[in-house]
């Protein structure tokens, strides 16, 4: 069962935008912490930016102002709204729930490619 879906990728010029969706099942409505993470090519996966239940977020530096996360929402979806990307934003990005018994679950990611 796929508790956790990402959408939203796709291919986009320097400068533009993305809206990432994640969906996450009935199953994983309670969680505990939520966020986004990516992977590029030959390099470690890395965090873009965690929520809290109670809506504490945090930011990898490289994003800090242009990336917002929208996790505090009751219909189980996640958004990360992503502006003035940058080529090195290039990656697949992925979803995570943590449960309130530390449990992770992870989606299948999404390509982004950012063109120069």
């Known amino acids: 069962v796929q508790h956790v879906m990402e959408s939203g990728g796709g291919l986009v010029q320097a400068g533009g935008s993305l809206r990432l969706s994640c969906i996450r099942s009935e199953y994983l409505h309670n969680f505990y912490v939520m966020g986004w993470y990516r992977q590029a090519p030959g390099k470690r996966r890395e965090m873009v930016v965690t929520?809290?239940?109670?809506?504490?977020?945090n930011y990898a530096d490289s994003v800090k102002g242009r990336f917002t996360i929208d996790g505090a929402r009751a219909d189980n979806t996640m958004y990360l709204q992503m502006n003035n990307l940058r080529p090195e934003d290039t990656a697949v990005y992925y979803c995570k729930v943590v449960t309130n018994q530390q449990l992770a679950y992870w989606g299948q990611g999404t390509q982004i490619t950012v063109s120069s």
């Open positions: 929520v809290t239940a109670n809506g504490v977020t």
